[in-house]
């Protein structure tokens, strides 16, 4: 029998060795999820024995951590914000960086309630988050992958979130109707945006992530310009497309957003200073 804290010990320093920059966080986080406690269980208990089966699980999760697989799936969950959201192997796990994109939204949405789409919504993070900020918005996210529209599903239903609504399409396409298609107030995206020859693909949890949300032509510009180039129709006067992109692309994104016709440009920072989602509005 081992205890806690020597348990914790133990992984900390195996995933010290793996390369892990949060080996005690990521020990405390899956120890965590095999015993069904909370963190400050950890602590408050460190000197309790570890049944045998449970330090297998254990040590079977830090096995996996320590090659690489990202902490989001091997707990099945990743908290953003503030949502404790299900994840999988099928969808991008959510970063911090899109809260940039949340918090751009929730400003343009101070007004009166409209109607808010997130295309590509992967675990349903965006729109999620949105929606549990303005119960009175209707909001819309579209996924391409039948097991991310239904992941997100799942996720709206467990944070009895109800003014959210998931639906399979590629981009626009099931959104368009004999009318022209449904149209928005906000329109907003974490689309995949890196070159097929990046190299962080090849490092840390990118490796494990589907390339499918990750990976775009033109240098990875190609679905930021393709989005840029179809949201004006989809956009109510007034209303607003917001993009996320990479640190080095607000360049190429705001002229993919001034060949579309859209105005009041400007990018966004995010936490580390970079230009992180860019934005642009349909003519009144």
Do not use: K
Not at 145 to 160: D, I, T
Not at 174 to 191: M, T
């Amino acid at each position: 029998m081992m205890r806690v804290d020597q348990l914790l010990a133990w992984a900390s320093s195996r995933l010290t060795r793996a390369g892990s920059p949060s080996a005690r966080l990521d020990a405390e986080i899956l120890l965590c999820r095999v015993l069904q406690v909370d963190r400050t269980w950890l602590y408050t208990w460190g000197d309790r024995d570890v049944a045998i089966l449970a330090r297998a699980r254990f040590e079977a999760l830090v096995a996996a951590r320590a090659a690489g697989q990202p902490i989001a799936h091997l707990t099945g969950e990743r908290e953003f914000w503030g949502l404790s959201l299900m994840t999988s192997a099928n969808t991008l796990i959510p970063r911090p960086d899109t809260e940039t994109l949340v918090e751009a939204a929730l400003e343009l949405a101070r007004g009166e309630p409209g109607r808010l789409l997130d295309l590509g919504t992967g675990t349903g993070a965006i729109a999620l988050a949105f929606a549990s900020e303005r119960p009175d918005w209707h909001v819309t996210g579209v996924d391409i992958r039948p097991e991310a529209v239904a992941l997100a599903r799942r996720n709206a239903e467990r944070l009895a979130i109800a003014n959210a609504r998931f639906v399979e399409s590629d981009w626009f396409a099931a959104l368009v109707d004999e009318r022209g298609g449904e149209r928005f107030a906000l329109i907003v995206s974490n689309p995949p945006y890196i070159a097929a020859d990046d190299d962080h693909l090849r490092r840390g949890d990118l490796r494990f992530e589907p390339h499918s949300a990750l990976v775009a032509g033109e240098g990875g510009l190609a679905d930021l310009r393709h989005l840029a180039g179809q949201a004006r129709r989809h956009l109510l006067p007034g209303g607003w497309l917001l993009l996320e992109h990479g640190f080095d692309q607000a360049g190429p994104v705001r002229d993919a957003l001034i060949a579309a016709g859209l105005l009041a440009l400007h990018s966004r920072r995010d936490l580390a200073g970079h230009e992180r989602v860019s934005l642009g509005q349909a003519s009144r």
